[in-house]
């Protein structure tokens, strides 16, 4: 968990996207702009996902992968493994607060960039 210092300013010392304060500063255009970016990293990670979990299979939270006829197997708690499917089949809109900073947090990786071009 990280504190309100930490969330305030990314490493660098620049402001941080996750902090109320900052998020105000931004124009409403490109409040809109980070929004969507965020929607399309929840869209990139939910096909991801599917994804691996296609290629794997549900063994009662074991996830199994087969490469070149060797087999891995990494427990993986069941809990966890229904809530990736939920956030999959949720649309970013519908996502809480908290989901949506982990895409939020995607966006603010390359957002300097963005806000360059």
């Not at 990494?74 to 990736?84: C, G, H, T």
Request: glycine share 2%.
């Amino acid at each position: 968990m990280t504190n309100n210092k930490e969330r305030e300013h990314k490493t660098d010392g620049t402001p941080c996207w996750c902090n109320p304060r900052v998020v105000k500063v931004l124009s409403k255009k490109d409040k809109e702009l980070f929004e969507k970016l965020a929607d399309i990293e929840h869209q990139r990670w939910a096909d991801w996902q599917k994804h691996i979990m296609k290629e794997s299979f549900k063994i009662t939270g074991v996830f199994t992968h087969k490469n070149n006829n060797k087999m891995v197997q990494l427990e993986i708690p069941i809990e966890y493994w229904d809530n990736w499917e939920r956030q999959i089949n949720t649309p970013y809109s519908e996502l809480s607060e908290k989901e949506k900073d982990s895409d939020r947090e995607q966006v603010n990786r390359y957002w300097d960039l963005i806000k360059r071009i």
